[in-house]
DNA sequence: CTGATTCTGGACTGACCGGTCCATAATTGG
DNA sequence: CCAATTATGGACCGGTCAGTCCAGAATCAG
């Protein structure tokens, strides 16, 4: 009866989040998204309302490629110190590429978008909230195993990781050389001794 | 023979970095600049050039007034381990405030616009190149007093500072909680050690 | 083939963008 | 008071912005 849906809504979204993410949210035009995704400009608000409703799709849709990608090993369930290094270590590499330049989503939304708007916002930690609690639960599987010290408490060292992550991925923006992110791995880790 | 400037350059600087700071770059417009400033136009126009050179002298007058500021400690000449930890607690200090949750501005400016504009990647890298040998000199000058380890180059140490502090602007953007950001300073410290 | 329904391209809108320009007001030295 | 010089306000520019809307193409069931 009706005429089917001619395009794959998740494909448009990550043609979207390529945008935003290379351009910004604001420096993004629709003409922009509308060449990325192929989409009609009828098709694109029907499917998503608005652009800021598509950039927080976009979040989430970033997130998710996150947790498959340099942050895959955190969500094995044995996660544990290796696995810290291993996430650590894989940001670091892509923060070497080109395509890492563009540092992480999820930050640059939360600095360019997030103050001045809830949802970005709301998106934003709770993209940050699942990282730090991947992280927690291999911190505590490190202390258990007597890898990661146990002088502080785990909520404590994931806190941190998290902030050196995000550090990394600010980096990232500067082409810095490898060796300067080889230090920044290397002495954060120190602190889990 | 000439009229004299009838404003103050530098005031006007100031106020187009709260504006630059609070709504980020593409989102300001002349018009809000215009109001901070309290300039005309042409008078704008006339001492910056244009909205991109103005950001530039921005960035200059915040590094400024960041070396003046949170980052007082590190820039004195007996600076050493316990200006380090100054610097992060004073860091940590501002996030928490109101005015904090703007984050820094360099490294705003860094992930909005650096990417696309090499002028501004320039003023950002040369701002964090200050910092970062700040910290070095104060790194170095705990090695020999016995405060810092000597187990890593301080180089290293210096690039890992840095990405503390920027990791710790960062948090600044999610109203962080006291307890997160001294959990932070805490474990970034242990590195030292 | 037909009628119902939905998707699609692109014309269109009003607002705002950064930036230019000029007539005028203000202040100077003489 | 005058001539010279500069700051100033605001009109104005072409371009672009996000978002709306509609006529028609495409696809369905029967």
Redo the contacts with the bound molecule.
Sequence with gaps: ???????DEQQALRSALEVFWAKGY?A?????LLDATR?????L??SFG???ALVVEAMRCYAEQLMDGPLAALGRPDASRAEIEEALRATAAVARTEAGQRGCFINNCLTEIAPHDAEVMAAASAAIRQLEAALLAAVRRGQQQGAITTGEPPEALARFLVNTLSGLNLAAKSKPTAERLDDIVRVALRALD
């Design positions: 009866m009706a005429r089917p849906r001619c395009f604001n993004a035009s629709m003409t922009d989409l009609s400009k009828s098709s608000y029907a608005s652009k800021q």
